[in-house]
Nanobody, 126 residues
Framework: QVQLVESGGGLVQAGGSLRLSCSAS????????VGWFRQAPGKEREFVAA??????YYADSMKGRFAISRDNAKTTVYLQMNSLAPEDTAVYYC?????????????????????WGQGTQVTVSS
């Protein structure tokens, strides 16, 4: 497992952008698949995006607005979020699993990841 720390959340107006960062400990981080999830009050944790080796995956509602990327030299995965709307308000979490344990068809399930960060709050005002 790796230790994950999210940052970059905050308050933004509708239509604005934020870039979240997920920083990891360990030099083998480039061997991990990483996912972003979000959880709004009273709702279940929801898949946002994932990156595994050179492949990226998105929830349908995020396609075209969000972009996931990674900088292995910095052991960091980013989530660029554009055209934000109030319904994007949530705590955003990054999660990781060793690459060999990643199953693309199960990328949307929180149980597919075994390391989690503490989350970062994103609030979008109307």
């Amino acid at each position: 497992q790796v230790q994950l720390v999210e940052s970059g959340g905050g308050l933004v107006q509708a239509g604005g952008s934020l870039r979240l960062s997920c920083s990891a400990s360990g030099r083998t981080f480039n061997s991990y698949a990483v996912g972003w999830f979000r959880q709004a009050p009273g709702k279940e944790r929801e898949f946002v995006a994932a990156i595994a080796f050179s492949s990226t995956y998105y929830a349908d509602s995020m396609k075209g607005r969000f972009a996931i990327s990674r900088d292995n030299a910095k052991t960091t995965v980013y989530l660029q979020m554009n055209s934000l709307a109030p319904e994007d308000t949530a705590v955003y979490y990054c999660a990781a699993v060793i690459g060999g344990g990643f199953v693309a068809s199960r990328r949307h399930l929180p149980t597919s990841y075994n390391s989690w960060g503490q989350g970062t709050q994103v609030t979008v005002s109307s």
